[in-house]
């Protein structure tokens, strides 16, 4: 399977400010996608990120908030945007493969104060 | 809209123990289903695949059934280890490689 990083693991930040999140695949992969794990929840989609066009949205999550790039085929990256306590979550990056099994990067755990 | 449940939401069991955990979707139309392991504060670890066309998958002590037309998996977990100890998260995918996932069981297994 692929392994997939991403960085940071974790962090604290400020109310107002924003945050990158990077994603990196160690193979070519078509599609990756951002997950949000708020406290004590499940797992919610937030975009797909395709490589060479606009990511695409679930809704209630829009790109002002969640700015998504995908420069190539391993890598994306996740910014979480004027931040506020609410955006506190471990942010998750994923990508299927084979017969379309997810597998799950180790998720980057955001604290907003 | 593709909605999945996960019974029950807790489970605490003495070590040696087999247990089933549940997992209901609302949208036959799947193209997989998957289970997961979560530890506290880490990422997902897969365990099981179960295609929409399979009835159930194996790994080691780890059982996965999928009945699609009723829209039900259970994991079954034999001989249950302090170990095994986690939340457990089932996923309902689509073919467009996205995933629904129900809120998980969060199972103790006591020495």
């Known amino acids: 399977s692929a392994v997939i990083s991403q960085k940071p693991s974790r962090d604290i930040c400020q109310r107002g400010t924003s945050l990158t999140i990077q994603c990196q695949v160690d193979s070519q992969v078509t599609m990756m996608f951002w997950y949000r794990q708020q406290p004590g929840q499940s797992l919610t989609l937030i975009a797909t990120?395709?490589?060479?066009?606009?990511?695409?949205?679930e809704s209630g999550f829009v790109i002002d908030k969640f700015p998504i790039s995908r420069p190539n085929l391993t890598f994306s990256t996740l910014t979480v945007s004027n931040m506020s306590p609410e955006d506190s979550s471990i942010y998750l990056c994923?990508?299927?493969?084979?017969?379309?099994?997810?597998?799950f990067g180790p998720g980057t755990r955001l604290t907003v104060l | 809209k593709q909605e999945v449940t996960q019974i029950p939401a807790a489970l605490s069991v003495p070590e040696g123990e087999n247990l089933v955990l549940n997992c209901s979707f609302t949208d036959s139309a799947i193209y997989n289903l998957q289970w997961f392991r979560q530890d506290p504060g880490k990422g997902l670890t897969s365990l099981l695949l179960i295609q929409s066309s399979q009835r159930e998958q194996t790994s080691g002590r780890l059982n996965a059934s999928l009945d699609k037309s009723s829209g039900r998996s259970t994991l079954y977990i034999a001989a249950s280890q302090p170990g095994d100890s986690a939340t457990y998260l089932c996923a309902a995918n689509t073919n467009a490689g996205k995933s629904t996932f129900g809120d998980g069981t969060t199972l103790t297994v006591k020495p």
């Open positions: 994923s990508v299927p493969e084979g017969a379309n099994e997810q597998f």
């Open positions: 990120a395709n490589q060479g066009s606009e990511a695409t949205y």
